[in-house]
């Protein structure tokens, strides 16, 4: 979206078009020590004028003096290169595809330099049958240049985007958002929160003029208008490329060109409380460097930056990096390496909420022309090749920068409109996504935490776990001011959630999705007790096997949780209860209650609380919560409690 210049928040020229950009004097010089190809003294002498304004670096007069010299003679093809290389010297890259294209025309044996630079250019505008012309007459010519990786990479181009063009029935509406979105010269660069409520982008309002993040806000079935973002984000400097978390409360984003910058273009950090966003702060080493930094992406709970750097130990010109945030720091970036990066470039990537799904843009792949979008699966430690997203959501022009909403249904992405490879207009579109291009959902619960007995907002942790892993997938705060919150789901595990502030007793939930569904989206609103005396909590995420006291591995992250939680309370003591449906035998459903809290009494000795903290006790069937005629209702009186005897604040 941005001219290829050192301080760019957005894409450079595809190499594509710059791996054999044409120096002046690089196809052919000014002839004249031997006979020219026209017989018009005219169309001589006008040469020979354009020679000499050629050297005065008169570019323009010379080009005129060209120009008429091939009115006088059509056929002069010495004129038609000259101007191809002069125009390439002046950035007129359509009059320079003009005039190499009249030289080919008008050549009885036209230079092979010309003709792979016909290739690429016709490949750029989408002429895919000319450009496939072009490429087999200088193959013809080069033969040892077939398997060069640039022609070798034009080739897959040409036929995935002929065939492409040929399949691609389903075609897809792409529709511009509304005018209160879409309000400036340029938009680009979306990135949305995870319930859709908020849409932040960069935008300018002249092709060359200073870069700003805005927001518009979904209300009532409409996009508000466009407004900057914050005062403390926004400069005279230009910030833009930003990346929000799930809940809309952490910012990274780009600005360049000082700031405190240790590079060209650094990433930056803003936290949200409330409706106020802090002054930035530049991450610092090691994530920047003296290098380009920009694109940033952060997964749903704002603890994974992916983002686009063209550091040193990359692959090619920019790579897609990835830090951690460990207790507070970044880690030292990776590199994504093969097979996401390729010797060329790979920007703007987007990691959707379900935490494997990436998105990104590459010029290194074959594709319709330009930067394509592409995908990729994270399988276990590693990422799956790539996939084009196809026509038309790519086409010969450069696509960047996509977001797909967290139910994989719908995405949103910049169309661009360029002339001489400048952008001219730029607008943010949304696609409804065919089947084929759905990914893996996420949802989410949104709601607020409040003290039980004061109903004021708590700050709060929160925490998603994967239950067949014990992996914590999504950790988050809740608001300090307003105590409201999200919680990430992504589709397809058997997951735990905990809400915990110290002092209060944490509450847990269950979360059980299907692979094939989305979540969802809910409202659970949390009031949290303080510990104090009788106070009761159902550990909802300790699992036993049927008709069995052996805990099963799923209860590590509910045992960990109920360990925190006495050891930061060392006050209080309290009485493991457990408790059976009313299925089966008295006697039976006695034994195995007491069993079952026996279990998780060893668990929490194991693990470091005193024995004289802890009781256990079975109560069978005699203190149910729910009716026992429904199964839930059964299953619900199937549980552990934990019962506060004795402690206070």
Known sequence: ????????????????????????????????????????????????????KYKERDFYTAIDYLEEAALEDPTFFEAYIRMGSLYKA?????????????????APDPIASVLER???LSFDRGEYLQSQKYLDLFIKKVPERASS???????????FAENQLATSSDLIKVEELPLNVNRFKLQYLPS??????SIFYTKRDRVNGDEEIVVSDFRDGEWTPAKSVSNRINSPLNEGACAVSADGKTMIFTSCDGRNSLGSCDLYISKRVGDLWSYPKNLGKPVNTMYWESQPSLSADGKTLYFSSNRRGGFGGRD????????GSWTKPENLGQPINTRQDETTPFIHPNGSSLYFSANGFPGMGGYDLYYSEKLDTAWSSPKNLGYPINTFKDEVSIVITGDGSQAYFAKEEQKNYEILDSKIVTIKLKERLKVKPASYIIGTITDEKTSQPLSADIQVVNLETNEIIYESKSDSLKGNYFMVLPVGLDLAGYVKKRGYIYSDFHFSTESNAAVEPDTINISLQRVEFGQVLVLKNIYFE?????LSQKSD???????????????ISVEIAGHTDNTGAAAFNEELSENRARQVYIQLVNRGIKKERLSFKGYSDSQPIAPNDTPEGRKSNRRIEFRVLRGKR
Not at 28 to 51: G, H, I, M, N, W
Not at 91 to 99: A, N
Not at 192 to 197: G, H, M, P, V, Y
């Open 118 to 120: 016909m290739a690429f």
């Open 90 to 106: 002046i950035g007129l890259e359509d009059s320079v595809y003009s005039k190499f294209r009249s030289y080919i025309e008008s």
């Open 149 to 159: 990786y640039e022609i070798d990479l034009l080739q897959k181009s040409l036929r």
């Open 320 to 327: 897609i990096w990835v830090t951690k945030n460990e207790e």
């Open 557 to 571: 992250s509910e045992l960990q949780n109920a360990f925190q939680l006495l050891k930061e309370n060392p006050a």
């Open 1 to 52: 979206m941005e001219d290829f210049t050192p301080d760019t928040q957005i894409h450079g020229r595809p190499l594509m078009r710059i791996a054999f950009t044409l120096t002046l004097l690089s196809i052919a010089p000014f002839v004249f020590s031997q006979s020219l190809s026209t017989e018009s003294r005219k169309a001589q002498k006008l040469y020979e004028k354009a020679d000499k």
């Open 192 to 197: 949305l929160t995870i319930d859709n409520a």
């Open 546 to 550: 049927t008709n069995s006291f052996e």
